[in-house]
């Protein structure tokens, strides 16, 4: 998972001359530096939409949902800009996608993690309509990496790491452009059982995608508790003694979440929702320092005494699937280990 300090709407930025023009793409500029200091030849282009959360529906134009998302963003993240600032990053990520024919060859950076996968799922998608490109296009995934106990992404390697990586890219095969875009339809369409289905019956080639979007699946209220798995597991990290909420994002990134993939400004919102409830769950807050304790219902909800869909009123996303009220359409039963439709 991959956050930028700060917006930059150049789109392109240089890394070692060469005299191959390559270009690296990623979801986010973590790994910029990195390869700056490894030598690594090219030019490099952050494209960092979180479609993790927010709108993602192909009923819209390209440009129409881009100030969906940017309205979406600059509504919900934390300190993020306003949706101007983020409309114009959004604008100079698709600027660039349009200029790649300029390059000989381009490699696509990403880990694991839904994040990722998500982004990665779309760029394939979009990229498997370009044929002329195919034969240039390259792929650097990974999970793991050697000495690193919990890996959680590429920014965490150092440079000299980073350039163990250069040289071992593959290329990207017809069978990833096809388990893309079917999975990209089917998660877009924000319909976890279309989504389900298809995790069902793609080939595979996508190696994490499987798992990213499982861990998506999860983040649907459960049955019995009423919370997706990060609002469960943000419960747990207060009751263990993580007391502000800068600290329950840290403890959720190191320990408990089993495939981390928000970033601050992205968990800020759901942590948010469980402290602005009719009957909160969380003491209220409003800066990543201040104290955060459970209150009595979050107590009860830990202890499965209660449904959070009883108490809450939902206004959340989960991919482009838009949650409102107390009677959401789909759940996750974890017992199947698959969504399941809500009651009517």
């Known amino acids: 998972m991959s956050q930028a300090a700060a917006l930059d709407l150049r789109p392109f930025l240089p890394l070692t001359p060469s005299d191959v023009a390559v270009l690296h793409i990623r979801c986010g500029s973590d790994i910029y530096e990195g390869l700056q200091a490894a030598g690594i030849p090219g030019s490099f282009l952050e494209v960092s939409d979180p479609l993790c959360q927010g709108p993602l529906s192909s009923n819209h134009a390209p440009g129409a949902l881009r100030r969906h998302r940017a309205d979406v963003i600059a509504s919900t993240y934390k300190d993020v800009g306003d949706a101007a600032s983020v409309l114009q990053k959004l604008e100079g990520e698709a600027e660039g996608l349009e200029k790649l024919d300029r390059y000989a060859k381009i490699v ?81 369409s924000g319909d976890p059982l279309a989504l389900q289905d298809s995790l069902d019956t793609v080939s595979g080639a996508l190696p994490f995608a499987r798992q990213a979007l499982l861990r998506h699946l999860q983040e649907l209220p459960w049955l019995g508790s009423g919370l997706g798995l990060t609002e469960q597991l943000t419960l747990t990290a207060i009751a263990d003694g993580a007391d502000t909420p800068g600290r ?97």
């Not at 250069?166 to 998660?187: H, P």
């Not at 993939?261 to 469980?274: K, R, V």
């Not at 769950?281 to 009883?310: H, Q, Y």
Request: with cysteine; glycine share 8%; hydrophobic share 45%.
């Open 248 to 344: 329950v994002f840290a403890r959720l990134m190191r320990d408990l979440d089993p495939q981390p993939y928000l970033g601050d400004a992205m968990f800020w919102p759901l942590l948010a929702g469980l402290a602005r409830a009719p009957a909160p769950a969380v003491t209220a807050f409003s800066e990543w320092r201040d104290p955060i304790e459970l209150t009595k219902l979050g107590r009860d909800l830990l202890d499965g005494k209660c449904d959070w869909l009883d108490h809450a009123r939902l206004d959340r996303w989960i991919g482009g699937l838009h949650l409102v009220g107390q009677n959401p359409p789909y759940l996750w039963d974890p017992e199947q280990g698959r969504a399941v439709t809500g009651p009517a």
């Open 108 to 188: 696509l950076w990403f880990e694991h993690d839904l994040y990722d996968q998500a982004v990665l799922l779309r760029l394939l998608d979009e990229l498997g309509g370009r044929p002329a490109l195919h034969d240039r296009l390259f792929l650097i995934t990974i999970d793991g990496f050697a000495g690193v106990d919990r890996f959680l992404g590429l920014g965490q390697l150092a440079p000299d790491q980073l350039a163990q990586l250069w040289g071992r890219e593959t290329a990207i095969t017809q069978a990833q452009f096809d388990d893309a875009a079917a999975l990209w339809a089917a998660y877009s």
